[in-house]
């Protein structure tokens, strides 16, 4: 099925270590974006990818690194895992003007 | 960033009964979409709404985007267990292709 696909779904780290999560969308899709969702805070945007060769930072980007590898592939990159960053990670796609679409998310925890 | 409340927080009704989901804004949006996500899953669109005024049905559920496109309203008619989900506004700026998105309104139907 057409759509954005996410790995891993579940991944536990210790504080310190470090981990990629992989995203992969297979609409072509100009435009991708990680977010970050915890309780009561909704979606925080972390990076985003306006188009291929292009990153820019969202709303809470300490922490974290991204690489659009290409047009399709879009990851996140966190080096030195922390608490705070437990979270669920979300990936999305757009083609700018229509709606997004979602990973079914990794979930990630950081003890 | 451009700030979106949603609200009540959570909703909790008999199934059959009638609910409204509120999302308002200081901000004018270009357009504004919804999105339902349910327990392990990323959050999927439902509708988009661009012109102010307008309302769109899908079934039973309608909805509204204010006449300014600063607010927009979910009203779900005779609720069914399957409405169960976090229901998410998402609003488009005029000049930012980018969402921003509300907290959500977790909505629990009993049967």
């Known amino acids: 099925n057409a759509g954005v696909t996410q790995t891993p779904k579940f991944q536990v780290l210790k504080t310190g270590q470090s981990m990629t999560l992989q995203c992969a969308q297979d609409?072509?899709?100009?435009?991708m974006y990680w977010y970050r969702q915890d309780p009561g805070m909704g979606l925080r945007l972390i990076y985003y990818?306006?188009?291929?060769?292009?990153?820019d930072k969202g709303e809470v980007p300490n922490g974290y690194n991204v690489s659009r590898l290409n047009k399709r592939e879009f990851s996140l990159r966190l080096e030195s895992a922390a608490p705070s960053q437990t979270s669920v990670y979300f990936c999305?796609?757009?083609?700018?003007?229509?709606?997004?679409?979602f990973g079914s998310g990794t979930r990630l925890t950081v003890v | 960033t451009q700030l979106l409340e949603q609200s009540p927080q959570f909703l909790s009704i008999q199934e059959g009964e009638n609910l409204t989901v509120y999302c308002n804004s200081s901000?004018?949006?270009?357009?504004l979409q919804w999105y339902r996500q349910e327990p392990g899953e990323g959050p999927v669109l439902l509708v988009t709404?661009?012109?102010?005024?307008e309302v769109k049905k899908l079934k039973r559920l309608t909805f509204q985007f204010g006449d300014a496109r600063k607010d927009s309203s979910l009203h779900i008619t005779a609720a069914q267990p399957g409405d169960t989900g976090l229901y998410l506004c998402?609003?488009?700026?005029?000049?930012?292709?980018?969402?921003?998105f509300g907290a959500g309104t977790t909505v629990t139907v009993r049967a």
């Open positions: 609409m072509n899709h100009n435009s």
């Open positions: 999305a796609s757009t083609d700018r003007v229509g709606g997004y679409t």
């Open positions: 998402a609003g488009r700026g005029s000049n930012d292709y980018k969402l921003s």
């Open positions: 709404v661009v012109t102010g005024g």
């Open positions: 990818s306006a188009s291929e060769g292009t990153t």
């Open positions: 901000s004018v949006f270009s357009s």
